[in-house]
């Protein structure tokens, strides 16, 4: 299955965005993580076949995963951006344990990055 990332940009604090990954066939969980410059990952928000949504704390409130089962996609709508979501933002797909949906290397597969930059 290979991943397709779409929608970073630059945008003002308090703007949005809208991050789109299309999967070349069909998925489980799927998982959107971010990576900023010589720092580990970090998850964000993760969505499981059946709907049920998590998120890290940091965007809770702001961002909403959601997908299209029949598109193979998933989508991460981003509100009230701030200056600290500035990152790399990466989705992953794949059918990890239940323990594990919150850590992408337990992903099979993952799409290309996309830069988004939020500034002051």
């Known amino acids: 299955v290979q991943l397709q990332a779409s929608g970073g940009g630059l945008v003002q604090a308090g703007g949005s965005l809208r991050l789109s990954c299309v999967a070349s066939?069909?998925?489980?969980?799927m998982l959107w993580y971010r990576q900023y410059p010589g720092k580990q990952r970090e998850w964000v928000a993760v969505?499981?076949?059946?709907?049920?949504?998590n998120y890290v704390d940091s965007v809770k409130g702001r961002f909403t995963i959601s997908r299209d089962n029949a598109k193979n996609s998933v989508y991460l709508q981003m509100n009230s951006l701030k200056p600290e979501d500035t990152a790399v933002y990466f989705c992953?797909?794949?059918?990890?344990?239940?323990?594990?949906?919150?850590?992408?290397?337990?992903?099979?597969?993952w799409g290309q990055g996309t830069q988004v930059t939020v500034s002051s």
């Open positions: 992953a797909a794949g059918n990890p344990l239940s323990s594990l949906l919150r850590v992408p290397s337990s992903y099979s597969y």
């Open positions: 969505i499981n076949s059946g709907g049920v949504t």
């Open positions: 066939g069909s998925v489980n969980a």
